[in-house]
Nanobody, 122 residues
Framework: VQLQASGGGLVQAGGSLRLSCAAS????????TGWFRQAPGKEREFVAA?????YYADSVKDRFTISRDNAKNTVYLQMNSLKPEDTAVYSC???????????????????WGQGTLVTVSS
């Protein structure tokens, strides 16, 4: 499966953005999709994922919402109340995670898309 992430940009603190992750190729409605981010000088970290239920990092819970449109093979990440510390390159990944740990870790995914840059100004 090929993944295309989009929707990044520059936004002021408190603003919103919606990221999209479009899948093509050998897609499956049973696969899970995760969003990860990497800020400059930091390690990649889990943001959110959706399998049969959503998962969120504590740092984004109640601000970000992940959703899926199966008809469009697209997963969305709605990001509200953005903070400067949300600035990072956001990447999406697809796979078949079978546990919560896998859903929230890179090990649960075998297809990765390129990143989209989100910059939040203070």
């Amino acid at each position: 499966v090929q993944l295309q992430a989009s929707g990044g940009g520059l936004v002021q603190a408190g603003g919103s953005l919606r990221l999209s992750c479009a899948a093509s190729g050998r897609t499956s409605r049973s696969y899970g999709t995760g969003w990860f981010r990497q800020a400059p000088g930091k390690e990649r970290e889990f943001v959110a994922a959706i399998t049969w239920r959503p998962y969120y990092a504590d740092s984004v819970k109640d601000r970000f919402t992940i959703s899926r449109d199966n008809a469009k093979n697209t997963v969305y990440l709605q990001m509200n109340s953005l903070k400067p510390e949300d600035t990072a390159v956001y990447s999406c990944a697809a796979g078949f995670p079978t546990t919560a740990a896998q859903a929230m870790g890179a090990m649960g995914y075998d297809s990765w898309g390129q990143g989209t840059l989100v910059t939040v100004s203070s």
